[in-house]
């Protein structure tokens, strides 16, 4: 069993930015594709971005690309989501998760964190 721990949120202004952090327990990690999810107050949780364990591919929802970064250190068994120009829409606990499935989605997850809360003030 793969645990899973976010940090990196927190309150940060709109046009601002912070990096999130996904880090896990087992040396297994690299072996899975990691994808990072969100859930706003009152809304479903929603895909952010996806790589690949291989990290030669990445996937992006169309409402963050070109702000948000999605990276990973294998050696480290960490993952990482660069935020930037953050607006309040951003609002949300993120959530990373890791599953042997390409493509990836919030059913087909095999180890989910607890998430890490970030709020944008406007």
């Known amino acids: 069993q793969v645990q899973l721990v976010e940090s990196g949120g927190g309150l940060v202004q709109a046009g601002g930015s912070l990096r999130l952090s996904c880090a896990a327990s087992?040396?297994?990690?690299?072996?899975?594709?990691m994808g990072w999810f969100r859930q706003a107050p009152g809304k479903e949780r929603e895909f952010v971005a996806a790589?690949?364990?291989?990290?030669?591919?990445?996937a992006y929802a169309d409402s963050v690309k070109g702000r948000f970064t999605i990276s990973r250190d294998n050696a480290k068994n960490t993952g990482y989501l660069q935020l930037n120009s953050l607006t309040p829409e951003d609002t949300a606990v993120y959530y990373c998760?890791?599953?042997?499935?390409?493509?990836?989605?919030?059913?087909?997850?095999?180890?989910w964190g607890k998430g890490t809360l970030v709020t944008v003030s406007s």
């Open positions: 087992e040396r297994t990690f690299s072996d899975y594709n």
């Open positions: 998760a890791v599953t042997y499935a390409w493509p990836i989605n919030s059913g087909g997850m095999k180890y």
């Open positions: 790589i690949s364990w291989s990290t030669t591919t990445t």
